[in-house]
Structures are given as structure tokens and as C-alpha cells.
């Protein structure tokens, strides 16, 4: 497989483990070759770990490039393969809702009907 797609939420915790890398050989080592601030990678497990905090508000996916290498026990070279692994980050509930309007005033009638809309507010849910 050359594209791995792993879906996370926005609030798991730093150090999590998020997905196990495995290649078939002999004493592979496993490498992020892609620049990435979010994530680091266990070389002898091939386990991705999450480095820091997400925010799916800031970017709802993150893409890095996995390299396996083993290295050829006969000739001493190193065999590489390198495969892509898309994090597509889930939106958790972690922002209050915002009014519109900071100054909210309303004036009601005395003889205004049981049950009637006196007042309308907006918010904003990001």
C-alpha cells in the first residue's frame, strides 16, 4: 500500500500512539522524510506518535512521508520504501459559541401576549 488514511480527533492527547507502520525484512528502521511539526516516529517500532496538539479548525488533515529501510545483510545496501500516511483530523466540540453582538438590548411591552418571540440572539458555533 502506497496511501494510508487514518482518521483521529482533534483532542487526543500528545504522546498517543496513532498508527503502526510494518514493512516486511530484515532490521528495518522506520523515518518521517517529510517535514512535520505534529508527529514523530518510534524508528524500531514504526509507530507514529503525535508530537503536538491539533486543531481541525487550523487544518482538517496533515500528510507525512513514511520511509522503511532495511539494510541487505549480503551487500550492506539499504533498501528503501517510502509510502504516504493522510491524518484526517475530527472535529471535537471544543470552541463555546460567540454572539454577534456584545451589547444586546431589548425593550417589551407590557401587554405582550404569554408565549410570543420577544427577542431574537445570534451566535457563531467555529
Do not use: C, Q, W
Amino acid at each position: 500500500e502506497e496511501l494510508y488514511k487514518v482518521h483521529i480527533f482533534e483532542n487526543i492527547e500528545t504522546g498517543s500512539e496513532l498508527f503502526v507502520m510494518e514493512a516486511v525484512g530484515f532490521n528495518i528502521t522506520y523515518s518521517i522524510v517529510s517535514i512535520t511539526d505534529h508527529f514523530r516516529m518510534d524508528s524500531k517500532t514504526g509507530a507514529i506518535l503525535l508530537k503536538a496538539p491539533l486543531d481541525r479548525e487550523t487544518a482538517d488533515s496533515h500528510s507525512i512521508t513514511v520511509r522503511a529501510t532495511s539494510i541487505d545483510t549480503i551487500s550492506s545496501e539499504p533498501n528503501s520504501s517510502d509510502v504516504v500516511v493522510t491524518f484526517y483530523v475530527n472535529d471535537v466540540n471544543d470552541n463555546p459559541p460567540a454572539f454577534v453582538n456584545t451589547l444586546l438590548e431589548a425593550f417589551v411591552r407590557e401587554d405582550v401576549p404569554k408565549g410570543s418571540v420577544i427577542f431574537v440572539v445570534n451566535t457563531l458555533d467555529v
